[in-house]
């Protein structure tokens, strides 16, 4: 391969070269370039490839075995250790059955709570709003290691009926779908990418600017009122969308 630098431009203007060189690199491992359990090409055929610092090379290096993708040793190199595919267990449900089930063995923090709120942005314009919301912002996390962040923001009727044992233990989407006199006549969800910004950073624990799936939910009830907002943000490098279309 010939040799290229990296040169800032468009989005990557300020972006730091080690970050940028880190993406390329999971990007070899993550399309099989790199083989799993082979040793990588040293830090100076790197720097020279990509016509940078041998510490620039170091700290990308760095930051892909922080994540636990490679493994270096002294007088021997740096060796593949696993795909960052592999990190891909938390699925997006595409159907209704899967809207209602918490991936296995999560944790959820309540981070904060409101009355007598309203949502700032509704993505869906179907149904009327509800008088007021009760909202709460959860973090979930598997393992210790965060990789969910919503807000919800639940008609007032209903929120009232929510215990925190609920909160602790089931998607918004369940305990709704499970509220006794409640019935969802509708549930739209819109998907997008976005990128970390500093506070998203520092409550899923991932570098700036660093891929975020954002999941937009609306749930209507039978009388045509928004009875659910959701705006929830997945860590990229936990998230997968399977959708299969049967003829």
């Known amino acids: 391969m010939a040799d290229m630098a990296i040169t800032p431009h468009g989005n990557s203007a300020g972006v730091a070269r080690y970050s940028q060189l880190a ?17 990588i ?6 720097a020279e490839e990509w016509s940078v610092a041998p510490a620039t090379v170091r700290q990308a290096l760095g930051l892909l075995e922080e994540a636990g993708l490679i493994e270096r040793y002294r007088a021997k190199g740096t060796f593949v250790r696993r795909r960052p595919q592999q990190d891909l267990w938390c699925e ?5 059955n899967g809207l209602l089930l918490s991936p296995p063995g999560i944790e959820v923090e309540l981070l904060s709570s409101d009355v007598a709120a309203q949502p700032p942005y509704v993505e869906h314009a179907d149904g009327t709003p509800a008088p007021s ?3 709460w912002r959860r973090r979930h996390s598997r393992d210790g ?5 919503g807000d919800a923001y639940i008609a007032e009727r209903w929120a009232a009926r929510i215990t ?8 918004t989407l369940r305990m709704l779908k499970e509220m006794p006199g409640l019935h969802l006549a509708t549930v739209h969800q819109t998907l997008t990418i976005v990128m970390a910004d500093v506070e998203l950073s520092s409550d899923l624990d991932v570098p700036l600017n660093s891929p975020i799936a954002r999941l937009q939910r609306t749930a209507v009830d039978a009388e045509g009122v928004v009875v659910f907002v959701g705006d929830g943000m997945y860590r990229g490098d936990v998230v997968r969308l399977d959708i299969s279309v049967h003829s």
């Not at 090409?41 to 790197?46: G, H």
């Open 23 to 39: 993406t390329i690199f999971r990007r070899r491992i993550e399309s099989g370039h790199w083989v799993v359990g082979e040793r």
């Open 41 to 46: 090409p040293t830090v100076v055929e790197l």
């Open 92 to 96: 997006v449900p595409t159907d209704w």
């Open 133 to 135: 919301y009760r909202h």
């Open 145 to 149: 290691r965060p990789y969910y962040l």
């Open 164 to 171: 925190d044992e609920q909160l602790a233990e089931n998607t």
